[in-house]
Nanobody, 122 residues
């Protein structure tokens, strides 16, 4: 029900814009988030937009990643600037009704996309 796109290969310092498009329902009453995962590691929090509109970012990404939501169909966007190789990984979009203290936890979400690969070369 969530379809990610926009991943790819980019050089360090470059930018990418990821999209998360709801496919069967608008998810306009759910909290939505981005997580990323690299092989052998747990899925980690990137950014979230709660249903009240508040935005949350991983501390190390503040000022470089920007979350927004808009057309078409309540698509969620993640603008990623000044990318470094550390940002490489599979990025997943997630949605759910999440209690506040679980905003940054993957287990708080129950809808997931298939992921989109981001590779940042040095």
């Amino acid at each position: 029900q969530l379809v990610e796109s926009g991943g790819g290969l980019v050089e360090a310092g470059g930018s990418l814009r990821l999209s998360c498009a709801p496919s069967q329902r608008p998810f306009n009453r759910e909290d939505m988030a981005w997580f990323r995962q690299t092989p052998g590691k747990e899925r980690e929090f990137v950014a979230a937009r709660r249903r009240d509109g508040h935005l949350y970012y991983r501390d190390s990404l503040k000022g470089r990643f920007t979350l927004s939501r808009g057309s078409p169909k309540n698509t969620m966007f993640l603008q990623m600037d000044a990318l470094t190789p550390v940002a490489s990984g599979t990025y997943y979009c997630a949605a759910g009704t999440v209690i506040l203290r679980r905003t940054r936890a993957p287990s708080g979400y129950y809808y997931w996309g298939q992921g989109t690969q981001v590779t940042v070369s040095s």
